[in-house]
């Protein structure tokens, strides 16, 4: 038995892992695979200026608490599974870091921010998937919905 709206978490979870995946997923092929490459090169345009996803500090009473870095963070998170790679060396250390970052390089913060604005990219793109496809503004349905409340 598929609970009501298990689909809809399953698809909204992928397609923060796997930017466009929705899209994709409900018919747009072309349209998820464009999003995809677009996220993902801006992504990687920002590692190669050796941005990255770092962990803020989130103790209010730490010198080191700022909200811009936990706002910075939240946007940077929604790469999915881009930015969780990019957090290997932040939590197990640099020796495993796959999209090494140097924060003393000079164009480092330019890649930080390419890295944010495709998390951006990404969370106008999972909420416009949920509207789309599974809110109130639904543009076509998938057959199997159609199908199950027929019945």
């Known amino acids: 038995m598929i609970i009501p709206g ?3 978490w399953r698809v909204l979870f992928l397609s923060w892992l796997i930017p466009g995946y929705g899209y994709y997923v409900n018919g747009l092929r072309r349209r998820g695979v464009v999003v995809f490459l677009a996220i993902q090169l801006t992504f990687l345009l920002g590692c190669a200026l050796r941005g990255g996803v770092f962990l803020p ?3 209010w009473s730490h010198e080191g608490f700022n909200i811009v870095s936990l706002l910075t963070f ?3 998170i929604f790469n999915g599974g881009a930015a969780l790679i990019s957090l290997i060396p932040e939590v197990i250390g640099g020796r495993w870091a796959v999209l090494p970052y140097d924060e003393s390089y000079c164009w480092a913060d330019l890649g930080s921010f390419y890295i ?3 998390g951006g990219l990404n969370y106008f793109v999972l909420t416009s998937t949920y509207d789309h496809f599974y809110g109130k503004k639904r543009i076509n349905r998938p057959q199997e919905e159609q199908g199950e409340e027929q019945s």
């Open 6 to 8: 298990q689909r809809v």
């Open 74 to 76: 939240l946007t940077q």
């Open 57 to 59: 500090e989130f103790r």
């Open 116 to 118: 944010l604005v495709s």
